[in-house]
């Protein structure tokens, strides 16, 4: 008996995941290779900036342990409903076994999540001001918005990293 309600109740998940897999079958080979190449170099690049963050504050920090922290962050953050909390927090306590623990952990895992985003806040500023540029047909001023507030996070990060530092 719970053999069958658990055959009725998985067929619609089943039958969900198996609608949103058919287009795969159907897509081109090329822009299945292009998609594939793209993450694998986003993946690459995630483990070369922690790797080159933390291995900077924690010398035990290397780009083997880089990798692992950021597939198994990877994996955390999807699989933890926390909102990308499970992956920082697997962060943390890594950067604490290699030395870097307290103050000094959260400093590093900041500096590296910094430069991460920075990334993503300057595409929404220069793609947002490229299309202010261009003009257009009333998306402008849908565009200006979303460029300035990358562009004050931008600054605002900056002057937060140049201000000078008092002695705790």
Do not use: K, N
Request: no cysteine.
């Amino acid at each position: 008996m719970a053999l069958a309600a658990l055959v009725l109740l998985a067929d619609r998940p089943v039958a969900a995941l198996t609608d949103a897999l058919r287009p795969i079958a159907s897509a081109d080979p090329a822009w299945v290779a292009a998609a594939l190449g793209f993450e694998t170099a986003s993946f690459a690049g995630y483990v070369a900036l922690l790797w080159l963050v933390a291995g900077r504050a924690a010398p035990r920090f290397d780009l083997r342990t880089s990798y692992q922290v950021t597939l198994a962050g990877a994996a955390a953050t999807r699989l933890l409903p926390t909102g990308g909390m499970g992956g920082a927090a697997l962060a943390l306590w890594t950067l604490g076994h290699a030395g870097r623990s307290g103050r000094d952990g959260v400093r590093t895992l900041l500096t590296f999540l910094v430069l991460l985003y920075a990334v993503f806040f300057a595409a929404i500023a220069v793609a947002g001001g490229a299309i202010v540029a261009g003009g257009g047909d009333g998306g402008t001023s849908l565009a200006a918005l979303p460029a300035a507030g990358g562009a004050t996070v931008i600054v605002v990060a900056l002057w937060l990293g140049l201000r000078r530092r008092h002695p705790p």
